[in-house]
């Protein structure tokens, strides 16, 4: 029997990167997934990866239409939730004096006001002692250039992490943020030549203490931590980072 036997979780953004690991762990280890995306040729593609534990539904993070379709299929196909992995976002660069208003809306819907309505719509199905993780990131502390509405929407994810933490005490529903330093999730390699990526990614490495880039995997093992095994922890965040934002 699976560590997760038995267990219900719900991963938006679920179908790559850091959602596809943590769904690919928890399946592995008896729980049964659901993920979302907006792209359903991934989604259909992520599920075959996942195998029949696992259920797809797509579903764009910016719109409350589709967050509350999600809640009504989340309670048709589990009834109740045991974890929930806020994780659909995005990521933007610009500097900050050609930061435009468009990039600035979508940021800051899609990273911050959709994982603020996805809790708030699926809170009704989550049990007593189960746990919302929400994806934020070392940007959140620390000054990087052409990052600033990127940042503003991960640091709007922290406050989030601390005040659904408070108000959902009385319903033993714990909330926590994950927040990723580098990790090589293959996102680069899908927005810039093969050879730049790398560079890149060299580049990221020797700036990190550990001086390496972390995988999914090491992010999947965290957001599992904080949903299932940390029953005395809520309001908090956990850097995995190599010590970027630590040291």
């Known amino acids: 029997m699976g560590k997760y036997e038995g267990k219900h979780v719900v991963i938006t953004g679920g179908s790559s990167g850091l959602g596809l690991a943590t769904a690919r762990l928890l399946v592995g280890e008896g729980a049964r997934v659901l993920i979302t995306g907006r792209n359903q040729a991934a989604l259909d593609a992520a599920r075959d990866q996942l195998g029949d534990s696992a259920s797809a539904v797509r579903s764009d993070a910016s719109s409350l239409a589709d967050i509350d379709a999600l809640a009504d299929c989340v309670k048709a196909e589990f009834g109740t939730v045991d974890a929930l992995f806020a994780n659909a976002g995005v990521n933007g660069f610009a500097p900050f004096e050609a930061t435009s208003e468009e990039l600035f809306d979508k940021l800051l819907t899609i990273n911050a006001k959709g994982p603020y309505f996805t809790v708030q719509k699926l809170v009704p199905l989550l049990a007593e002692g189960s746990g919302v993780v929400l994806t934020t990131s070392v940007v959140n502390v620390l000054g990087l250039p052409a990052l600033s509405a990127y940042a503003a929407s991960k640091a709007a994810l922290r406050s989030m ?87």
């Open 161 to 247: 992490t601390r005040s659904m933490a408070r108000e959902l005490l009385p319903r033993k529903i714990r909330v926590n943020a994950v927040s990723p330093g580098p990790i090589d999730s293959g996102i680069l390699e899908k927005s810039m030549p093969r050879e730049a990526a790398e560079q890149t990614k060299a580049q990221m490495a020797a700036d990190v203490p550990m001086q390496r880039v972390g995988t999914p995997d090491e992010i999947a093992e965290a957001v599992a931590f904080l949903a299932f095994d940390a029953t005395f922890t809520t309001g908090a965040e956990l850097a995995v980072d190599g010590g970027g934002s630590q040291l």
